[in-house]
């Protein structure tokens, strides 16, 4: 499931070992859900893609919940956590740096049809790699107010508050 594990795995790029993991556990028991942003054709919208946000603007309105992919990832990430483990890192402090997701050949098969056709009948799989760093720097927000951007204000509200200062 090529497709499907591409925009998991996108999903999880660049968050916390724990969090990563976290949220796989939430995407198989459907509370939290996975956007999808390329191969998106007959993907259903749903509420819960507006939670994910980039630079205040949600990464897609459509999504769904792959089970299977994220019990897939979720296997990758607790080997990654085990060898961790053993090579004496920081657990609480790995980050998923590097994560892709290839195409792999297919697996063919065929599947017999009425009137004595023929049709192929083959899976989509895929090679998955991933690394992970121990980060030290927690990650913080904007702390300079010359930094933030002003926030816009209609012209209906800036008439609004004129109309209270002359009174």
């Given at each position: 499931?090529?497709?499907?594990?591409?925009?998991?795995?996108?999903?999880?790029?660049?968050?916390?070992?724990?969090?990563?993991?976290?949220?796989?556990?939430?995407?198989?028991?459907?509370?939290?859900?996975?956007?999808?942003?390329?191969?998106?054709?007959?993907?259903?919208?749903?509420?819960?893609?507006?939670?994910?946000?980039?630079?205040?603007?949600?990464?897609?309105?459509?999504?769904?919940?792959?089970?299977?992919?994220?019990?897939?990832?979720?296997?990758?990430?607790?080997?990654?956590e085990s060898n961790a483990e053993v090579k004496g890192?920081?657990?609480?402090?790995?980050?998923?740096?590097?994560?892709?997701?290839?195409?792999?050949?297919?697996?063919?098969?065929?599947?017999?049809?009425?009137?004595?056709?023929?049709?192929a009948y083959q899976s989509s799989p895929c090679h998955?790699?991933?690394?992970?760093?121990?980060?030290?720097?927690?990650?913080?927000?904007?702390?300079?107010?010359?930094?933030r951007k002003p926030k816009k204000v209609s012209q209906?509200?800036?008439?609004?508050?004129?109309?209270?200062?002359?009174?």
């Open positions: 499931h090529y497709k499907n594990t591409r925009e998991t795995m996108r999903a999880i790029r660049g968050m916390h070992l724990r969090r990563a993991i976290k949220y796989l556990e939430n995407v198989s028991e459907k509370i939290e859900i996975v956007p999808f942003t390329r191969h998106k054709g007959d993907v259903g919208r749903h509420a819960q893609c507006k939670q994910k946000r980039v630079n205040e603007k949600a990464v897609s309105t459509q999504g769904r919940w792959p089970i299977k992919s994220a019990k897939l990832l979720l296997g990758l990430l607790k080997n990654a890192l920081d657990i609480d402090a790995l980050k998923i740096e590097h994560g892709q997701v290839n195409r792999a050949p297919k697996m063919r098969r065929r599947t017999y049809r009425a009137h004595g056709r023929i049709n998955v790699e991933m690394i992970l760093v121990e980060s030290d720097v927690a990650v913080s927000g904007v702390d300079d107010e010359t930094e209906k509200k800036l008439a609004r508050q004129r109309r209270e200062r002359k009174d």
